[in-house]
C-alpha cells in the first residue's frame, strides 16, 4: 500500500518561512515526478511545483523564485521549501506522485494519482 506522508505545516507571519516534507512508503519514486499542489478555502486545488525525470523543475508563477522544491531520492521523499510567505499562500498543502509516467516530467496534473492527506499551512499578516 502506497503512502505520502506530509510534515512540517502550521502557522507562520507573513515574510516567513517553512519547509514541508512528504515521505513515501510501498514504492519508490525515483524514475517518477513528484509534486506539491495546494487549496486555499472555497477555491481549486492548484499546483505549486514538481520535481520530475532528470531533476527537471516546475512552479506555479504565484510562487517563482520564493519556493524551491527538492527530493531525496535515497530516502524516498520530497521537500518544499517556502520563503517570503505571504499570507495568499495560505492553505492546504497536499504531496503527490505522478506513479503512471515513468521519467515522466511532472507536468501532466492528470497523471498524479497518489496523494497524501494534506498538511495545513497558515500566514497571518
Known amino acids: 500500500q502506497v503512502q505520502l506522508i506530509e510534515s512540517g505545516g502550521g502557522l507562520v507571519q507573513a515574510g516567513g518561512s517553512l519547509k514541508l516534507s512528504c515521505a513515501a512508503s510501498?514504492?519508490?519514486?525515483?524514475?517518477?515526478?513528484m509534486g506539491w499542489f495546494r487549496q486555499a478555502p472555497g477555491k481549486e486545488r492548484e499546483f505549486v511545483a514538481a520535481?520530475?525525470?532528470?531533476?527537471?523543475?516546475y512552479y506555479a508563477d504565484s510562487v517563482k523564485g520564493r519556493f524551491t522544491i527538492s527530493r531525496d531520492y535515497a530516502k524516498n521523499t520530497v521537500y518544499l521549501q517556502m520563503n517570503s510567505l505571504k499570507p495568499e499562500d495560505t492553505a492546504v498543502y497536499y504531496c503527490?506522485?505522478?506513479?503512471?509516467?515513468?521519467?515522466?516530467?511532472?507536468?501532466?496534473?492528470?497523471?498524479?494519482?497518489?496523494w497524501g492527506q494534506g498538511t495545513q499551512v497558515t500566514v497571518s499578516s
Open positions: 520535481r520530475g525525470w532528470g531533476n527537471n523543475t
Open positions: 503527490a506522485a505522478d506513479g503512471t509516467s515513468r521519467y515522466g516530467l511532472g507536468t501532466n496534473r492528470d497523471g498524479y494519482n497518489y
Open positions: 510501498g514504492r519508490t519514486f525515483s524514475s517518477y515526478a
